[in-house]
C-alpha cells in the first residue's frame, strides 16, 4: 500500500492518458485517481484525500464556458489553490489555470501553431526548474497570457508563456511532457489533418525528435514531479540512470549539439518582463 495520497489526474477524453507523467508518479510511490468530467466524473469538494492535481490537454478550448465540466473545472481549480496542494496544468490545464486566475486565452495573433518539438529556454527566474534549454513537445493552437501575481520560468519564440508558477505549488506547462512514442504515433495518426496547419511540423520530424529529444525529457520531469510533490526521485531514467541530476549527461543529451549550441539559443530568445497590472474589469 502506498505511503502517499493519491494524485488526482483529470483527462478530457475517454481515450485519454496520463503516459509519462502517470508512470513517472507510480515509480515515485503514488497512486493516480483518474477522473474525466467530460464523462461525468465528479471532483472532490476538498482535497484532503489527494497529494495533488494534474490537469492534462484535450482538443477543447479553454475559452469553452458552454461546455458544462470546462464551465466546472474552472471553478473549480480555486479549491485546489485555496487548499495550497500542488496543481500541475499541461496545455489545456495550463490555459484553464491561466483562465481561473483572470488572464487572457487566445489562438496566436498570426494563426501560428506549434505542433512536433520547439526550444524552451528558462528566464532568470527559472533557472533551478529548468537549468538548460530543452527541445519539448507541444500541440496547441491557443496560448496565455501571463496571469498577475504569477512568475513566468520558461519561454519560447512562438508562444512565448511556456512555463509559469503561481504562488509555490502550482504550475502551468504549455507543452506536453508526457508524451511517449505510442502517444506520438497515435496523435499525428488521428491529428494527420493539422500536421499541414501554420508553423506545424509533419509526421516524421516528430517521431525522429522524440527518439532524440525524448530521454532528457524523461529525465527532467522525473525530478520536477519529485520536487513538485516533496519525495524523493529514485526513477531509472530511460538509460538506466537515476534522476540524482538529470542535467549530469550536459547539452548533448538535452538535444544540443554541444554547450554553443544551447548558449546560442538563450540568446534567441529573450526573458519577458514580469507582468504588469491586472486589466480592467
Known sequence: MSAHLPVLVIVHQKT????LVGDLLCALGFTLDLRCPAMAHPLPDTLDHHSGVVIFGGPMSANDDHIAFI??????????????KPYLGICLGAQLLARA?????APHPAGQREIGYYPIVPTTLGQELLPTPLMVYQWHQE???LPWGSQLLATGQTFPHQVFRYGQRAYGLQFHPEITTAMVN???TEGADQLTCPGAQGRGHHLSQHRLYGPAIESWLGQFLADWLGVTAQIPGTQGQELSDPFAVGAVEAGFADAA???ALFNLINPLAEPGPPPAG
Open 16 to 19: 485519454s492518458t496520463p503516459g
Open 71 to 84: 464551465r466546472q473545472e474552472l471553478d473549480w481549480i480555486p479549491t485546489v489553490l485555496a487548499a495550497g
Open 101 to 105: 486566475l483572470g488572464a487572457r486565452v
Open 143 to 145: 496560448g496565455f497570457d
Open 186 to 188: 497515435h496523435w499525428t
Open 261 to 263: 549550441a544551447a548558449a
